[in-house]
């Protein structure tokens, strides 16, 4: 685990196991409209393909956010990244997401894609800092929990 601190919050940044997954499924319940399982997490984590990583608190080691990436050849496509409402805007997300990138490199990626939804300009804003460029959108592409459909942004982050 890597510790980081965040705005007066101390948290770590560590690869994902079967200890996190229950906690995960409730984080991402809370988060997105259509949930993933505690079975779906499971899943994933038992893939080779896949790089999980978790943020935990610094007290009780509560996951506090998450992110999954598969990786296939040389492309990577991060599938999730959630983070816990108290625990936004401290850097959370931008670790999870830095160190996927790192990981990603290392196991030989060079184009990594993404989806997420149109309306989530905080991801949106995050992911361009890290030189994601929009390549596409699908239209009516999530579900939102009032009902309404919603685009996906198609982004992709070449890298060296």
Same mark, same amino acid.
């Given at each position: #685990? ?10 770590? *940044?560590?690869? #994902?196991?079967?200890?996190? $997954?229950?906690?995960?499924? *409730? ?9 993933? !399982?505690?079975?779906?997490?499971? !899943? #994933? ?17 509560? $996951?506090?956010?998450? #992110? *999954? !990436?598969?990786? *296939? ?9 959630? %983070? ?5 805007? %401290?850097? %959370? ?15 030989? %990626?060079? !184009? ?6 149109? @309306? @989530? ?40």
């Amino acid at each position: #685990m890597i510790p980081f601190f965040g705005k007066k919050q101390r948290y770590s *940044i560590g690869r #994902m196991n079967v200890v996190h $997954v229950r906690q995960c499924a *409730i984080l991402h319940a809370s988060a997105f409209a259509s949930a993933w !399982s505690e079975a779906e997490f499971e !899943s #994933m984590l038992l893939d080779p393909k896949t790089i999980a990583d978790c943020a935990t608190d610094g007290k009780g080691g509560a $996951v506090v956010g998450f #992110m *999954i !990436s598969r990786i *296939i050849g040389d492309e990577g496509e991060i599938l999730m990244l959630a %983070v816990s409402e108290r625990w936004r805007r %401290v850097g %959370v997300g931008r670790a999870l997401l830095r160190q996927q990138i790192e990981a990603a490199a290392a196991a030989g %990626v060079r !184009s990594l894609f993404l989806e997420v939804a149109e @309306n @989530n300009s905080p991801a949106v804003v995050l992911y361009s800092k890290f030189g994601f460029r929009q390549i596409g959108r699908r239209n009516a592409y999530y579900a939102a929990s009032d009902g309404m459909r919603l685009a996906a942004l198609t982004m992709k982050l070449e890298l060296p």
